[in-house]
């Protein structure tokens, strides 16, 4: 890139993430401030497709910190999927003089941001998905809001299971990664999580862990389960099949992706949004913007969709130590 910046676009799509629009109002104020001009895309690349945008100036984007969803709207495109549609695209970006697009949203997102760029329009990507799975950084937007709203709505399950003496089997989103479903069940001392990126040992992973539990004393128990692993109502079935208790089954569904972002989510989305409007300013483009160390770093789009995000399984291992493992013996005057 080395023409002067005078327009660029916005866009979200995918899935919603808490943390959108903090990301649209850093990107369109940070874009004001160079002199930039800044036009909203709605309903993500299909809304490019169809000429759908909106111009955006600091008052446009103000109180939109704390909201959760995206004020541009979100959509999939099919139609951006093929060459014609890509090609409509192209001729949107022409028709308004867009010299470049941040796209946030996750690695579907970016693929379609990776074929735009290819046709000659300079991309800047920043991770928005409660899956936690964009493989060149650390964090991405939603996350954590996302995990303590599942962490909210298990503890109140939680307090129900207990005065029934119930097993509770959870599902939580994360397409096909656990890092949710790991984070939450650590944080809420699930007996149990199950996780895509490990191989299901039924009675190892389920199974004998309710069994160790009851032996310690425990009359209840709380069993995550990350939906790329399967059916939470199946689980529940395996459960009572095998050691004859009746689970009760909570999908969690799309709850987790609203709700207001938390700080974490509304910082880590504004210094996203500024670092992406500076490496349009700065000559680079057509890369995603990441978190390494703290720090926010640059990688190429096509290097970026390579990289494939590794589950801790140290953090397993810690859920395994954790849990209620040993069988209760109870002794005189323990008071318990």
Same mark, same amino acid.
């Given at each position: ?22 990301? %649209?109002?850093?990107?369109?104020? @940070? ?58 695209? /192209?001729? +949107? ?27 000659? /329009? ?26 303590? @709203? ?9 307090? !129900? ?10 599902? /939580? ?7 949710? &479903?790991?984070? %939450? ?6 007996? &149990? #999580? ?11 992973? #389920? ?21 790329? $692993? ?18 009760? #089954?909570? %999908? ?16 880590? &989305? +504004? ?5 992406? %409007? ?39 291992? $810690? ?5 209620? !493992?040993?069988?209760? /013996? ?7």
């Amino acid at each position: 890139m080395d023409k002067q910046i005078k327009r660029i676009g916005v866009l979200t799509s995918g899935g919603d993430a808490p943390g959108m629009n903090a990301a %649209v109002r850093a990107a369109v104020r @940070t874009a004001v401030a160079y002199g930039i001009q800044c036009i909203g895309i709605r309903r993500g690349w299909q809304g490019l497709i169809n000429s759908d945008f909106v111009q955006l100036d600091a008052t446009s984007v103000s109180h939109i910190i704390s909201r959760g969803g995206t004020m541009l709207y979100t959509a999939r495109s099919e139609d951006f999927m093929t060459e014609k549609g890509r090609a409509r695209a /192209v001729s +949107t970006c022409k028709m308004l003089g867009l010299d470049g697009i941040v796209a946030i949203g996750g690695d579907g997102t970016f693929r379609g941001a990776l074929e735009l760029s290819r046709l000659g /329009v300079p991309v800047v990507g920043i991770p928005a998905t409660i899956d936690n799975d964009v493989g060149c950084t650390n964090y991405t937007i939603g996350f954590d809001t996302a995990c303590n @709203t599942a962490i909210d709505c298990i503890d109140k399950l939680r307090d !129900t299971m207990q005065s029934h003496e119930r097993c509770s089997v959870v599902e /939580v989103m994360g397409r096909n990664a656990g890092f949710l &479903a790991l984070y %939450v069940g650590i944080a809420v001392g699930a007996t &149990a #999580v199950l996780v895509p990126e490990r191989d299901l040992d039924f009675q190892r992973d #389920v199974i004998d862990r309710i069994r160790d539990a009851r032996l310690a004393g425990s009359t209840h128990f709380m069993i995550v389960v990350a939906e790329g $692993v399967g059916s939470a109502v199946e689980i529940g079935k395996q459960i009572e099949q095998a050691i004859g208790i009746q689970p009760r #089954v909570t %999908v969690l569904g799309h709850i987790q992706r609203g709700g207001a972002p938390n700080a974490r989510d509304r910082e880590t &989305a +504004t210094r996203m949004g500024y670092f992406a %409007v500076r490496s349009f300013v700065e000559g680079r483009g057509n890369c995603i913007i990441g978190t390494r160390g703290g720090d926010m770093v640059e990688t190429p789009i096509e290097e970026a969709l390579a990289l494939k995000k590794h589950l801790q399984m140290e953090r397993y291992q $810690v859920l395994e130590t954790v849990s209620i !493992t040993t069988p209760y /013996v109870h002794t005189e005057g323990s008071g318990l």
